[in-house]
């Protein structure tokens, strides 16, 4: 029996154990894309973007505790800092900005103007020295998705300025994710990942408590005698946030950051698609050629 395996046969075996991570990045990228239109239909009932955010981060933080490490503090304040800044940029501030953008314009213009995020972090790298190069690539790539982004924004304009409005903060949500990006390179020298979503998911609770003594809940306790209000938080809390955080985590440690991310990329159509079935919401020309210009621009400044 020969001591290694010929080169063909142990290349088909590691293909085959790579086919699990590629279907849990497929499955992450549908979920994270239905979570426009479940939001969406939270909203309907009349809870407000930040209780909506509130419920799904309190649902996920238990739900994570059983899995995360016994360790509550950072090593040291600077530590401790750098993650309350997750909390609010991948937490608090992303999905207050999201969620009311989601009160002004459809589920699909949100979640196609936030799928720009990758090119914001890439030119995110090149205004703070993080080694990226503006390359002629990356400029093309950023001139496509940014005249997606401008046909989609202007369309609302013209139709409707609080449309408009939803557009901006959706926009406002693709930046925040962007520094998010940046943060968590450097609290992933430091810690693992599933201790990082932790610390995110506590400091986005406690960043959106510290608003509600300027901005007290509203919500009524009637709402959740709707089984559809308790599913859908359920299924952002539990599911879209502890589980595909700690999936994608595993996805990006077994095949790369970059086949990840091509996944994230059918997130629009699958967005739109959802809220025109569910909501009702129309899928018109300018936003059928606004997400072929954005995820175009966007894959195309991504393969440097």
Not at 58 to 65: F, G, Q
Not at 126 to 131: C, D, N, P, V
Not at 278 to 297: D, H, K, N, Q, S
Request: glycine share 6%; aromatic share 14%; charged share 10%.
């Amino acid at each position: 029996m020969p001591a290694t395996l010929p080169w063909h046969i142990h290349y088909y075996i590691m293909a085959r154990s790579k086919v699990i991570y590629h279907v849990m990045a497929l499955l992450t990228a549908m979920v994270w894309a239905v979570t426009f239109v479940s939001s969406k239909i939270l909203l309907s009932f009349g809870i407000q973007p930040s209780e909506i955010f509130f419920l799904r981060f309190l649902l996920a933080y238990i739900a994570i505790i059983p899995f995360a490490p016994k360790r509550l503090w950072c090593k040291n304040v600077k530590h401790e800092m750098l993650m309350a800044l997750l909390g609010i940029t991948g937490g608090s501030a992303y999905f207050l900005f999201e969620n009311t953008a989601l009160q002004f314009t459809s589920a699909g213009n949100v979640c196609l103007l936030v799928s720009s995020t990758p090119l914001l972090i890439a030119l995110l790298s090149i205004w703070m020295g993080r080694g990226e190069k503006l390359t002629r690539r990356l400029v093309l790539g950023s001139i496509v998705a940014f005249a997606g982004v401008a046909l989609v924004v202007i369309n609302d304009w013209t139709h409707a300025q609080l449309k408009f409005a939803g557009d901006i903060l959706a926009l406002l949500a693709a930046l925040m994710w962007a520094f998010y990006q940046h943060l968590t390179k450097h609290a992933y020298a430091h810690y693992s990942a599933i201790f990082i979503t932790r610390k995110v998911f506590a400091y986005g609770l406690l960043s959106i408590i510290i608003y509600f003594l300027f901005f007290p809940p509203t919500i009524s306790l009637g709402v959740f005698s709707h089984p559809t209000v308790i599913v859908n938080l359920a299924f952002l809390g539990i599911i879209a946030s502890c589980a595909c955080f700690l999936a994608w985590n595993l996805v990006i440690g077994n095949i790369g950051s970059v086949a990840s991310s091509n996944y994230l990329y059918l997130q629009p159509l699958i967005a739109a698609s959802v809220s025109a079935v569910v909501l009702g919401e129309p899928v018109t020309w300018v936003m059928i050629i606004g997400m072929v210009l954005i995820i175009a621009g966007v894959y195309w400044s991504e393969r440097q």
